[in-house]
């Protein structure tokens, strides 16, 4: 009986975390480390069954946040969702299925991000940096194309 009430605690004390903001499975790990491990992992399959926790899901939803808020390449996407702790195949998987969109945004974020720049820096330092951030080369140069036409 004493293991349904601590299990009814945790779950509660996740949902409430995971319900203020969409979390990763990873993120709730880490957030609730201090709790007894084999109740957290019993806690994070109930809310993975029940559609609460899932990275796959939090992968669509958080690349569409980035699409419409951020100019980032598509490494750049890559990275923050590493960091959320989703796992590499998960994400290299929604990349490939969404290939032409994921280019596209690339090109358009790279596009905004000279044209901001184009005045104040010249093309080849804005070219480095769009390269450090991660930016394809076919990206760039279609970009600079744009902006040229």
Known sequence: MEYIE???????????????????????RQKFLNEQN????????????????????YIEKAIKEYINLK??????IEYKLMTKGI??????SYICSHKEQLL???????????????N???IQNITINLRKKGYMEDSIKIAMQKIEE
């Open 71 to 76: 100019n980032m390449s598509i490494r750049e």
């Open 38 to 57: 084999d109740m957290l992992e019993d806690v994070i399959c109930d809310l993975k069954e029940n559609g609460y926790i899932d990275d796959q899901i």
């Open 6 to 28: 601590e299990f009814d605690k945790l779950k509660t004390k996740v949902l409430k975390y995971i319900l203020f903001k969409k979390r990763t499975e990873q993120e709730v």
């Open 87 to 92: 796992k590499r195949d998960l994400i290299d």
């Open 120 to 122: 104040s820096t010249d």
């Open 104 to 118: 596209d945004y690339e090109i358009n974020s790279a596009t905004n991000i000279i044209n901001k720049k184009i």
